[in-house]
Nanobody, 124 residues
Framework: QVQLVESGGGLVQAGGSLRLSCAASGRTFSRYAMAWFRQAPGKEREFVSRINWSGGSTYYVDSVKGRFTISRDNAKNTVYLQMNSLKPEDTGVYYC?????????????????WGLGTQVTVSS
């Protein structure tokens, strides 16, 4: 069982930065690939980024490449999402999720555990 708690969201102007954190409970955190998803108002939840168990492989949706960076600290049971050059279209609730499988995927159903999300609002 893994419990995930996101933090770090807030209101920021376009061009600004935020760093999201996702703290995980349990001693098996390092066995999971971790991902960030987001859901904009009135839209379906979408994949943003994924990092493998060791942190050696990362993946991003095209719309955030070059602006967002995912990382993890297994000693702290935490995964991060550094978001720079934020745009109004980045607004949404950001969720972290855990996947025990090493198969790289952005499909929601593959992720076993989810946090409750943190709100990110980017003003123009």
């Amino acid at each position: 069982q893994v419990q995930l708690v996101e933090s770090g969201g807030g209101l920021v102007q376009a061009g600004g930065s935020l760093r999201l954190s996702c703290a995980a409970s349990g001693r098996t955190f390092s066995r999971y690939a971790m991902a960030w998803f987001r859901q904009a108002p009135g839209k379906e939840r979408e994949f943003v980024s994924r990092i493998n168990w060791s942190g050696g492989s990362t993946y991003y949706v095209d719309s955030v490449k070059g602006r967002f960076t995912i990382s993890r600290d297994n000693a702290k049971n935490t995964v991060y999402l550094q978001m720079n050059s934020l745009k109004p279209e980045d607004t949404g609730v950001y969720y972290c999720a855990a996947d025990r499988s090493p198969v790289v995927t952005g499909t929601e159903s593959a992720y076993e555990y989810w946090g409750l999300g943190t709100q990110v609002t980017v003003s123009s």
